[in-house]
C-alpha cells in the first residue's frame, strides 16, 4: 500500500509540474516595439451567472478580420473558456488614438440581441498577453423612470486601454468603455455601429514576476483578512470546546467503565454485565451490505487523497489567479491517478470482512462517485447545449475524457482491488464475535439514526460556513480566493472536529448497547455534506443574484456532486476514527 501511495504521489508532481510548466512558459513573452501582443476574446454572459456563458461572437460583434481560434488545454476547455482572436490591435508600445477597428451595420434582430444582452447586464472577458479583461458592453438608464417600459438601452462602442509594462514586458492592463460613445438599442431599427478602440501605453516599476499579484491581493485585504482570522477563531474554538469536552468526559467515563469492568472480573462471575462491555460480541459483527460499505469507504479514500493533492499544489502557488484550467486539469489527472487507492482500499477491506464476490465489488467502487457525476454532467452538457453555452464540452474533449477514464482510471482501479485482494489482511477484531446477534434494546427516538447525523453535522459545518461564503463567492461568482494556507487550516480542523464528534457518538451508541455502529460512524461522519447542501440552498436564494434555468441546474447540480463528493470523504474519515476508537477501547478490557 505504501508503495502504491509514493508511485501515484510521484505521478501526481510529475503530471502537474508538466501543467504549469505549459501554463508559465505561455505567458513568459519579450517584446520590441511594434510587436504584436496577443489578444484573444473569450466569452460573454450575465454577470450573475458565472455557468452561462457564451462566445464572444455569438453577440453580433463585428470583426477586423478573419477570426482564428486559439487551441486550449483540457482544463481551460472545462473551464469554459473559448478564445479566438479579437478585432483590437495593441501593439508593444503604440498608442493609438480613437481607431476604428471595424463597422458594421446592426440589423433589427442585431438591436434585439444586443438589447437583451445589455438587459442582463452581459460582461465580457479577453485575455492580453495572459492578462484578464473584462468589461461591460452597455448600459441601461433607469434614472427618472419608474416604468421599466421607458428604460433606455445603450451599447459601448469605444474601449479605452491603457497598459503597463517593464522595458520589454507587459505588466498590466485595464480597459474602460467611454460613456460618451454609445448606440441607443432602444428602439428596433436599424442602426450603424463603429467599433473603436484607444491605446495608451506607460511605463512601471513592477517586476514581471509580480504581475499577477493585484488579483491576489483583493482576497488578502484587511477587512477580508479579519474575517478569515475570525473564521479560524471559530473553528478553533469549537475544536477546543469540544476536544476538551471529550478529554474530560469521555476519558473520565472511559476510566470509570475499565475500573468497574475489572472490579466486575473479579466478582462474581454470574453478575450481569452491561455498557458497551456487553455487546463485545457483537461489536465487531460485519456490517450489512459490506460490499457497498466497502466501496463507499474506497471512494472516500480516493477523494480524501485527492484533496490533499490538491492542497498541496495550491500551497506551493501552482492555482495562481487566472492561471487558467489549471485546478481543473489536476483534477482530473490526480482523480485518474489515485484510482488506485480506491480499488485498493475497497477490495482489501472488503476481503477482510470476508466478502467473496470482490469482482462485483471493485465495479461498485468504480461507479460510486463516478456513475453519479456521469449522469450530472450528462443532463448538464444537455442543457448548456441547448443554450449554446461554452460549458458544454466538445465532442474531442468528451472523447479525451473517456480515453483517460478508459486507458488510466480503470486499469489503475484494477491493479489497485488486486493488490487489496493479494494483500490477504485480516481484520484485527480484539474480541471474538458470537454466532447469534444480540437483541438491540428499544431507544429513546434522539438516539436513532437521523438525529445522531443531524448532531454530527452540526459541529463540523459551524467549524466551516464562515470560510464557505468566500469560497462560493469564488466559485460560483467574480471573487479571487487566493489564501489556501487558511483554508487548508480550515481543512485540517473540519477533518479534526468530524473525527472527534463521530468517536463520541459512536461511545455513546455502544454505551446504550447500540452495537450496529458500522454504518452510523460513516453516516454520521459524512452528514456535513448534507449540511453544506443545504448552505447551497441558503446561499442562492439570499447571498447571490444567480437566476435561470441552466445557472440554477448547473449550481445545484454541480454542488450535489460536490457534497457528495464530501459525504463519502468525510464518511471514511469518520469511520476510520471510530474503528481505531473501538479497536481500542475492548483492546484494553478482558473479554471472555
Known amino acids: 500500500m505504501k508503495k502504491t501511495i509514493v508511485i501515484v504521489a510521484v505521478l501526481v508532481i510529475i503530471s502537474c509540474y508538466g501543467i504549469t510548466e505549459v501554463r508559465s512558459d505561455a505567458s513568459d513573452h519579450r517584446y520590441n516595439e511594434g510587436d504584436p501582443v496577443p489578444l484573444y476574446a473569450n466569452k460573454v454572459g450575465p454577470f450573475h451567472n458565472p455557468s452561462e456563458t457564451y462566445r464572444y461572437f455569438d453577440l453580433p460583434f463585428c470583426s477586423s478580420g478573419q477570426v482564428t481560434e486559439k487551441k486550449e488545454a483540457l482544463g481551460e476547455v472545462l473551464n469554459g473558456d473559448r478564445l479566438v482572436s479579437a478585432p483590437y490591435k495593441l501593439d508593444f508600445k503604440k498608442d493609438k488614438d480613437t481607431e476604428v ?69 507587459v505588466i498590466e492592463i485595464m480597459a474602460r468603455m467611454d460613456p460618451q460613445s454609445l448606440v441607443d ?17 506607460k511605463e512601471t516599476e ?35 470546546l469540544l476536544t476538551g469536552f471529550l478529554a474530560t468526559i469521555l476519558m473520565r467515563v472511559l476510566k470509570n467503565d475499565f475500573m468497574k469492568y475489572a472490579q466486575d472480573e473479579e466478582a462474581a462471575d454470574d453478575q450481569e454485565e452491561t455498557g458497551w462491555k456487553y455487546i463485545h460480541g457483537d461489536v465487531f459483527r460485519f456490517p450489512k451490505y459490506k460490499s457497498l460499505f466497502s466501496a463507499a469507504l474506497g471512494s472516500g479514500s480516493q477523494l480524501f487523497t485527492l484533496t490533499v493533492f490538491i492542497f498541496m499544489l495550491a500551497l506551493v502557488g501552482v492555482f495562481y489567479p487566472y492561471n487558467r484550467g489549471a485546478l481543473f486539469t489536476a483534477l482530473v489527472v490526480i482523480y485518474a491517478l489515485t484510482s488506485g487507492i480506491a480499488g485498493y482500499t475497497a477490495s482489501s477491506f472488503y476481503c477482510q470482512l470476508e466478502g467473496k464476490n470482490w469482482v462485483r465489488n471493485l465495479l461498485l467502487t468504480g461507479c460510486l462517485f463516478c456513475g453519479p457525476l456521469f449522469l450530472t454532467f450528462c443532463f448538464l452538457n444537455t442543457v448548456a447545449i441547448a443554450y449554446s453555452a461554452t460549458a458544454a464540452l466538445p465532442f474531442g474533449t468528451i472523447v479525451v475524457i473517456v480515453l483517460i477514464w478508459t ?29 447469534y446477534p444480540r437483541e438491540i434494546p428499544p431507544l429513546p427516538w434522539y438516539r436513532s439514526t437521523l438525529p445522531q447525523m443531524a448532531m454530527a453535522g452540526f459541529l463540523p459545518f459551524s467549524a466551516i460556513y464562515i470560510e464557505l461564503y468566500y469560497i462560493f463567492a469564488s466559485v460560483w461568482g467574480h471573487r479571487i480566493y487566493t489564501i489556501y494556507s487558511i483554508l487548508f487550516i480550515v481543512f485540517i480542523i473540519l477533518l479534526i472536529v468530524t473525527a472527534f464528534i ?8 455502544l454505551a446504550a448497547e447500540d452495537h450496529e455502529w458500522w454504518w452510523r460512524s460513516f453516516l ?50 469518520g469511520f476510520r476514527a471510530s474503528l481505531l476508537f473501538v479497536r481500542h477501547i475492548y483492546r484494553s478490557i478482558k473479554c471472555e
Open 407 to 435: 486507458l488510466v482510471t480503470s486499469p489503475l482501479l484494477v491493479l489497485g482491488g488486486i493488490a487489496g485482494k493479494n494483500s490477504k489482511a485480516e481484520f484485527q477484531a480484539p474480541c471474538r464475535t458470537t454466532k
Open 524 to 573: 454520521c461522519g459524512g452528514s456535513t455534506g448534507l449540511f453544506i447542501y443545504g448552505y447551497c440552498l441558503y446561499y442562492y436564494y439570499a447571498r447571490s443574484d444567480m437566476s435561470g434555468f441552466m445557472q440554477t441546474s448547473f449550481f445545484f447540480g454541480y454542488m450535489a456532486c460536490i457534497c457528495y463528493g464530501f459525504f463519502l470523504m468525510l464518511g471514511a474519515v
Open 206 to 240: 513592477i517586476p514581471f514576476e509580480k504581475r499577477m499579484e493585484k488579483y491576489s491581493q483583493s482576497s488578502s485585504l484587511p477587512h477580508h483578512l479579519e474575517i478569515h482570522w475570525f473564521s479560524i477563531i471559530n473553528s478553533c474554538v469549537t475544536v477546543l
Open 101 to 169: 477597428a471595424c463597422k458594421r451595420k446592426l440589423s433589427k434582430d442585431d438591436v434585439a440581441h444586443f438589447r437583451k444582452a445589455v438587459q442582463k447586464d452581459y460582461y465580457f472577458q479577453m485575455y492580453y498577453d495572459d492578462l484578464p479583461i473584462w468589461g461591460f458592453i452597455g448600459k441601461v438608464e433607469k434614472e427618472g423612470k419608474a416604468d421599466p417600459s421607458e428604460y433606455k438601452y445603450f451599447l459601448c462602442k469605444h474601449i479605452q486601454f491603457e497598459v503597463s509594462y517593464n522595458k520589454d514586458r
Open 502 to 509: 463521530t468517536v463520541a457518538l459512536t461511545y455513546f451508541q
Open 185 to 201: 438599442l432602444t428602439e428596433d431599427k436599424e442602426v450603424e455601429a463603429e467599433f473603436m478602440y484607444t491605446v495608451k501605453w
